[in-house]
DNA sequence: AAACTGACTAATA
DNA sequence: CTATTAGCCAGTT
């Protein structure tokens, strides 16, 4: 019981993440309390256990970027997702974290 | 235990 | 602006 735990906490950040806006890695890791996990969110996004319904479409890179999974669709999909909830993207596929990063109160 | 890998980030060129 | 390098920490082999 330790990485569960940890995962956990990521995903009750993510949770907590209102619609029309997004976070970075970072920022979950920190808000979780685990600084510089960034990557850890990444492999507990990636691992998703079922049942945890979680808007893991709203977490993207420190550049505001959608990171590259290798699988073309699921980054296009998520980048439609965003778009749905009202996350602007600029010409260069980017999003302004200076308007949609949440920011935890 | 050691080496490799990765949905990251920040610093350089 | 993009491309490359290095630092980072945990999971996998």
Redesign the pocket.
């Known amino acids: 019981m330790?990485?569960t735990d940890?995962?956990a906490r990521f995903y009750q950040v993510i949770r907590q993440v209102p619609q029309g806006y997004v976070v970075?890695?970072?920022?979950v890791a920190e808000l979780a309390g685990?600084p510089?996990?960034?990557?850890?969110?990444?492999?507990a996004?990636?691992?998703?256990p079922d049942g945890v319904n979680i808007p893991?479409?709203r977490?993207?890179?420190?550049?505001g970027r959608?990171?590259?999974?290798?699988l073309d669709g699921?980054?296009e999909y998520?980048r439609i997702l965003l778009e749905e909830e009202g996350v602007a993207f600029n010409d260069?596929?980017?999003i302004d974290l200076k308007r949609f990063g949440w920011i935890a109160d």
Do not use: E, K
């Not at 510089?36 to 492999?43: I, Q, W």
């Not at 959608?66 to 290798?70: A, D, L, Q």
């Open positions: 330790s990485s940890t995962y970075t890695y970072g920022q685990l510089r996990r960034s990557r850890l969110v990444g492999y996004l990636r691992q998703m893991w479409w977490v993207v890179n420190s550049q959608i990171s590259p999974r290798g699921c980054d998520q260069a596929g980017r």
